[in-house]
């Protein structure tokens, strides 16, 4: 009995999975204290749960010694930023007492007390960070497992379409029906913006861009035998709508609801980064080789493309109209010279992970609307570096470039079903690209989704070393 139970456990830890992804952005994108600490619970079971039974059952981790190799590097970085992380917590004596922020010191003479300093000015706020990171990573760990398998490989993205089709239905439902039916207007929703189930705009864009990139993945790998045929454009053209309306109408579907939330939400940053996402993913998916394949590539493009003109709506091109292509607003402007200063004072041991909303209070000087409350950077990047320090914010962007990479090798080393190694490459460039100028990869529900990207890509990539050609659509 016990022995049947653990053959159904990776189904049943799979589906818990599924689960997560699904539930994330429900409420707010996970980003208050409860369904954020909720995120982490399950998370940790679901870990907890794949290690019995990889203990119990023999053969169950399925990576070869040479695959786990290949994630050397990036788990070595990623898992010295959470001990750095954790030291940042930590309360410091001895020697290291000097690496604690001043902050403690003016505190304790200010309350006539003695005080536990840290580096961190909000340990209780690095701790918190730090568990998130170990949940993303344990949700990577646990989707590279997992998705090993062609059948769960091509259920986890179909699960991705499905979640970004249904938050985006709840966004047009409630962008045209009103925002106050059942989340109520929580946060700095404007009129004109979709956002559905998140507070900020610019966060669903990038969580809709994400789940488009997985339905455009699958459609190119479902037209890619048309795109083939040596046939004139015209008729090329016929086959194509043949098979968008007939064979794949819930997925065009899908596709077309996600990109016109996408464009509602007139996130610029949003909205290019996707694009360019879009294209990199047509170009790594489709490779150009030979006139026709080119050719065929040109029309990909010109299709998903069309789709976005037509999905845009007026409010995106109003807001271009009124403030043209530049992210470099005053706001964003003094945000980012400020953090840079910010930076400067405490390059190597930073301020503690996530906690730049205080930190940055000492060194708005001058500022002219002194009131407003800066939470975020509107830069993951600067905001990375003055929490963690230089050195521990290069090693994490550095340990999730090389997890690209590799991503970006499978894709090189497969001659067929290359969708899901270039849905990984494109979904970095996605996030990086918009982490440039805003800060969603700082919510969890986009920052879980990415994740499972991630080891989606892996999985069936070269790292993961078997087929998805059975059963990949």
Do not use: C
């Amino acid at each position: 009995m016990l022995s049947a139970a653990s053959s159904h456990a990776p189904r049943w830890i799979f589906w818990g999975v599924l689960a997560i992804i699904a539930l994330a952005p429900l409420p707010l994108g996970s980003n208050r204290p409860l369904p954020s600490a909720l995120l982490l619970v399950a998370t940790g079971l679901l870990l907890v749960a794949w290690s019995a039974y990889a203990a119990h059952a023999k053969g169950a981790i399925t990576l070869r010694k040479s695959q786990l190799l290949q994630l050397t590097a990036p788990a070595l970085l990623y898992g010295l930023v959470l001990v750095w992380i954790f030291l940042q917590w930590m309360p410091l004596a001895g020697m290291v007492h000097s690496w604690a922020d001043p902050l403690w010191e003016e505190a304790a003479r200010a309350i006539a007390m003695p005080l536990r300093p840290s580096v961190s000015i909000n340990p209780a706020a690095t701790l918190d960070g730090a568990l998130r990171l170990m949940a993303y990573a344990g949700l990577f760990w646990l989707t590279l497992h997992l998705a090993r398998d062609p059948t769960r490989a091509a259920q986890a993205r179909a699960a991705i379409i499905i979640v970004g089709a249904a938050t985006s239905l709840y966004g047009l439902f409630a962008f045209f029906g009103g925002q106050d039916w059942l989340l109520g207007n929580i946060g700095a929703r404007p009129a004109d913006s979709l956002t559905s189930s998140f507070v900020n705009r610019n966060s669903f864009a990038t969580f809709a861009g994400l789940t488009l990139l997985a339905a455009v993945s699958l459609f190119l790998e479902r037209i890619r035998h048309l795109l083939a045929l040596e046939r004139p454009f015209r008729r090329k053209l016929v086959l194509v709508i043949e098979h968008m309306v007939f064979q794949s109408g819930l997925l065009t579907g899908a596709v077309l609801t996600i990109a016109l939330a996408l464009f509602l939400t007139t996130s610029r940053g949003g909205i290019f980064a996707s694009l360019f996402a879009l294209g990199a993913l047509v170009l790594l998916q489709l490779p150009g080789r030979g006139g026709s394949q080119k050719r065929s590539i040109g029309f990909v493009v010109l299709v998903v493309l069309g789709i976005a003109i037509v999905a845009g709506g007026g409010n995106f091109l109003d807001r271009l109209e009124r403030q043209g292509l530049s992210f470099e607003t005053n706001l964003r402007s003094t945000l980012f010279a400020t953090t840079i200063d910010a930076i400067r004072t405490a390059p190597l041991t930073g301020t503690g992970f996530g906690t730049y909303g205080q930190a940055i209070e000492a060194y708005r000087v001058g500022d002219e609307n002194i009131f407003a409350i800066w939470e975020k950077a509107h830069n993951t990047y600067l905001e990375n570096a003055l929490e963690l320090g230089l050195p521990a914010a290069i090693a994490l962007n550095l340990a999730i470039f090389l997890l690209a990479r590799r991503a970006f090798l499978g894709v090189r080393a497969r001659k067929r079903h290359k969708s899901f190694p270039a849905l990984g490459v494109a979904s970095t460039l996605l996030v990086g690209l918009h982490a440039l100028v805003d800060f969603s990869l700082q919510i969890p529900a986009v920052a879980v989704l990415y994740a499972f990207i991630m080891g989606l890509a892996l999985a069936q990539s070269s790292l993961g070393g078997r087929s998805a050609s059975s059963t990949e659509t």
